[in-house]
């Protein structure tokens, strides 16, 4: 269960992204697939109790990235991002 | 990628926090406000690995310091405030995060609020700000649960002492100094009257602490009629279950 005081920010999980993208992902613009707000990734509200990594939308809270590692491989689940716009 | 840092330098900043100088060889160099994970690797394999702010202004001297805060049942923190020695070396990935920084570029009113060992990527803001001698008017709203556990009291001391663009204001929870004017309690609406800026000179805020710190102070900022747009957070948990 997710309280609503347990999470922290997508900063928290730029690390473990910087092991896939080349560019940082904190500043990167991304749009909630569910409500539409355009964020900042750095803003999303991170989870970080589960099994792995979970991003929600500050706004609707609605899952926006779930990144998760298991032996060789990691595991991205984007779907919750209609884009992510990185800067060059 | 994965650094090396050597352990050049310890100092104790409270009875629970120390502050570790890394010298990082291939260091590319970092913003103030940016962050490194430290990997702890144990014999058997185990990792773990943990965020911290970089306190130390940019420099060409590829040394960085962070400051840690003992957690009462950390599974890290207790190993690098206590057991670490100099000539250690650890394992780190950075610098992190583009966007809780401050730059030099920006000549607005900084609003920088702490919550405990919230201070540290402030901190960077703070010596990055003198360093370059900016134009830019800061104040630090800093609470803290008593007088002994402010990190950098002196350095802070003389900062607020001696430079007029720089205001420190503290706020302690559970214990004041005597005579102090404030009861102890967290922030609240009237402190954030007095120590922070009028929002009408569009400052730009940042706001670091445990995430129900922030949350409040993001609130109170709000209702003081600061806009959300110019309000940056990181918040931090005594979780941090990662692996």
């Keep these: ?88 | 990628m994965w650094r090396v840092g050597t352990v050049v330098a310890l100092h104790d900043e409270t009875a629970t926090a120390r502050t570790i100088t890394l010298e990082v060889s291939d260091w590319p160099g970092h913003v103030a406000g940016q962050h490194v994970d430290l990997r702890l690797t144990a014999p058997d394999g185990y990792s773990a690995v943990r965020s911290y702010s970089i306190a130390s202004a940019p420099n060409s001297d590829a040394r960085i310091e962070i400051t840690v805060e003992r957690l009462p049942n950390g599974e890290v923190s207790p190993y690098l405030t206590q057991e670490l020695t100099l000539g250690d070396r650890l394992e780190l990935r950075g610098p992190i995060g583009g966007w809780f920084v401050w730059r030099t570029q920006q000549t607005e009113p900084i609003l920088l609020i702490a919550g405990g060992s919230g201070i540290v990527p402030l901190m960077a803001m703070i010596r990055w700000r003198m360093a370059t001698a900016g134009s830019a008017p800061f104040r630090l709203l800093y609470s803290v649960r008593e007088p002994g556990a402010i990190f950098y009291r002196d350095e802070l001391q003389t900062l607020s002492d001696h430079n007029l663009s720089i205001g420190v204001t503290y706020a302690y929870t559970r214990a004041a100094p005597k005579d102090w004017p404030r009861p102890p309690g967290r922030i609240d609406a009237k402190l954030i009257s007095t120590g922070t800026w009028p929002s009408n000179l569009g400052p730009t805020s940042y706001v670091c602490g445990p995430t129900s710190f922030v949350e409040n102070a993001t609130d109170l900022l709000i209702a003081a009629g600061y806009s959300r747009e110019n309000i940056r957070t990181e918040r931090f948990g005594a979780t941090g279950e990662r692996k």
């Design chain 1, 1 to 88: 269960m997710n309280s609503p005081m347990n999470y922290l920010d997508g900063n928290a999980a730029a690390g473990e992204l910087s092991t896939i993208f080349a560019m940082d992902v904190t500043t990167a613009e991304g749009e909630c697939a569910h409500c539409g707000a355009i964020k900042r990734f750095a803003e999303a509200h991170l989870y970080m109790h589960a099994p792995g990594v979970v991003a929600r939308c500050a706004v609707c809270e609605h899952i926006l990235l779930r990144l998760v590692s298991a032996h060789q491989h990691m595991f991205l689940d984007a779907r919750g991002l209609t884009y992510l716009r990185l800067n060059v």
